[in-house]
Each structure stands twice: as structure tokens, then as C-alpha cells.
């Protein structure tokens, strides 16, 4: 009896070890970007952790989504003045996530790319890099701050392609 109390409290320990381990690999928050050496600054640094919050804010968790000097109209002046445009006569959207740290400064780039029906397609190779770009050489995002800790968020903008030119920046 003793053997088998024993059996059941040994095979107890080692499932719930197993489940732990399992939930460990997921990330802390849906959509966290994960560091990726071949494609991310290695100089570029997130912030610590903010009492029990995330280390890096969703738009979901509260945090304003828009937060950059001159708001967004300074973003569409500054991308009309670069004048970025295929020359294929494509239509779709070309969203850049990435995330803004506690000085401000953004890193951790992702690209997606979508037809005009929300399908994952590839677009221009030309004019998503361009985009990638000139995404990397905004340097107005606002460094944000939630009951006086400094935090990190995620910030996103899709460009809206027709006939080849931005149409629209988005959100």
C-alpha cells in the first residue's frame, strides 16, 4: 500500500513537471515578437518588467495606438515627400509591426503582405523593402509611461497599396 502511495505521488510529480514544462514555451503575451539574430539590431534593447505587467504592451492592453511627434499626418507628409511606388500595378496591404521601447526607440521589424482580398500574398519584394525602410527611419515614437514605469509597446502601420502608390496609411 505504501509502494503504491508512493508509485502515485512519484507519477503525480512527474506529469504536473511535464505540463509546466509544456506552458513554458509558449510567450508571456499573444503576438510577443521573439528576438531573430538574423534579422533584428542586436544593439537594440527592451525594457524591464513593470510590476506584474508584460514586458511589451499590445494595442489591446490599454495603451494609446498612436503615439508619434506631428500624430500621423507627419508620417503621410514625410512618406509623400519619398514618393515610394512600384512599378507593377499591384493592390493590397503591407502592414510592418515592430516594437517601440521605454526611450523610444524602435526594433524587432515583422512584414506581412496581403492581396486586396486579405490573403497572404506576396506583393513587390522592391516596395516591401522600401517600406521596411523608410518604416525603420521614423524616429518620433513617444516613449511611454503607465503609473510612472516606463514600458515598451507594440506599434504597427499597414500601407494600403493601389495600382502600385500608397494609398493610405493605416491605422
Known sequence: MIKAISFLCLFSFALISCQTE??????KTVGD?????TQD???????????D???SFQYYQGVKQ???KGEKIAIVEKLNKENIESEKNINGYITVRFLVNCEGKTGLFRLKHMNSEWKDAMLDQ??????LQFTKSLDGWKPKEIEGFKVDYYQYLTYKIENGKVSEVLP
Do not use: H, Q
Open 53 to 55: 505587467w508584460p514586458v
Open 41 to 51: 539590431a542586436a544593439d537594440f534593447k527592451k525594457c524591464g518588467k513593470a510590476k
Open 66 to 68: 498612436f503615439d508619434y
Open 33 to 37: 515578437i521573439e528576438f531573430d539574430t
Open 22 to 27: 509544456r506552458i513554458s514555451k509558449y510567450p
Open 126 to 131: 522592391e516596395l516591401e523593402n522600401k517600406l
